[in-house]
């Protein structure tokens, strides 16, 4: 590896610890470096605090240092004012001189600006040290900003002859208590959980994180005629919870109904409302109905399948997939977890 490369690493490793705390931010990791040693480093670890140029910059003791050093960094420095300053301009204060940047940023607030900050001020600037790592890292970012939509993944527990739930689709579990133990952790990862109707109303499930340190998602369930029973979990009131509906109904404490167009796609107008809202990724914990739906119109970006070992013989078929290549392939206890990615992503 060379030593472009070994201190971009460094950044992107730092970068991927403020994973599910810096979001909607995108996560970022910086690295000073001066004559071949590193001297400061930091990354994006709160949203709504400082950005990781700040906190490499800060960790510095001798800021003498800085004009002669090369500052590392995952993502293009902002240029706009936020929940904080611009971090190009933070750098420039500091006399920096030289920066080299993993991914541009594709948010039309900075998109070149802090780029053309920087050369304005007499920087070097390089772009492209491991890029391809970068936008892997921030997928979720990059999907959100290019295709205007969350970054959807898909999940699902399916028996080894193929069904998803029992016959009326009375639930079942399928997958073991590792595979729990992973969903849960999965959950602290992406900003939402989306299930539709069937899966509400017969699993009446709590979408939290009971299972795993980490941050709980927003819940977002489609109820296109209001039939979750208020005695469900999902119209608890206890956590942000979005109700994307057809009907009009008023909103609670925690708890927002969205009156979506009879005329227009559900799942367009849905996606569409959530980008505004800036969330960034959901995962899909939704029955057959959902999944291929959101299938057949390439709304996915990960599926995540795990295959059991128990049959259950008859009962509600699991997604029918098209053929589509293999990401990886890994056993979870006693469950095999086939996890595929969208091309388009």
């Known amino acids: 590896m060379h030593t472009e490369e070994k201190y971009m690493q460094r950044a992107l490793d730092l970068a991927a610890l403020g994973s599910g705390y810096a979001r909607p931010n995108p996560i970022v990791g910086c690295v000073v470096v001066h004559k071949h040693k590193i001297i400061g480093e930091g990354w994006h670890q709160q949203y709504g605090g400082p950005h990781a140029e700040v906190n490499a910059i800060n960790s510095v003791n001798d800021k003498s240092l800085l004009p002669h050093s090369r500052v590392y960094v995952t993502l293009e420095p902002c240029s706009h004012y936020g929940k904080t300053p611009p971090c190009a301009d933070f750098l420039i204060e500091h006399g920096v001189r030289d920066v080299i940047i993993c991914n541009p940023d594709p948010n039309p607030l900075v998109a070149g600006r802090g780029v053309k900050k920087l050369l304005d001020a007499g920087c070097k600037v390089h772009i492209g040290v491991l890029e391809e790592e970068g936008l892997e890292l921030n997928r979720r970012f990059f999907t959100f900003q290019t295709k205007k939509r969350p970054y959807l993944v898909l ?11 029992l016959p009326n689709y009375q639930a079942t579990q399928i997958s073991g208590p590792l595979a729990k133990q992973l969903v849960h952790k999965w959950r602290t990862q992406e900003q939402a959980i989306l299930v539709g109707t069937r899966t509400a109303l017969h699993d009446n499930p709590q979408l939290n994180v ?35 509906t057809l009907q009009e109904k008023a909103s609670t404490a925690h708890t927002e109904f969205i009156n979506l167009s009879p005329e227009g796609v559900f799942l367009d107008q849905m996606l569409a409302d959530l980008f505004q809202r800036n969330i960034q990724s959901v995962l899909v914990e939704g029955g057959t109905v959902l999944l291929e739906t959101l299938l057949q119109n390439s ?21 029918q997939l098209p053929p589509l290549s293999i990401a990886s392939k890994t056993m979870v206890g006693d469950d095999e977890l086939t996890i595929y990615r969208n091309r388009l992503s």
């Open 299 to 319: 709304l996915w970006d990960e599926i995540r399948v795990f295959k059991s070992t128990k049959s259950l013989s008859h009962g509600i078929k699991a997604p």
């Open 155 to 165: 999940k699902w527990a399916e028996s080894a002859d193929g069904f998803i739930a």
């Open 210 to 244: 009971r299972h795993w340190p980490g941050q709980v998602p927003l819940r977002i369930a489609i109820d296109k005629q209001l039939q979750i029973p208020t005695t469900h979990h999902l119209l608890d009131d206890n956590q942000p919870t979005l109700i994307y």
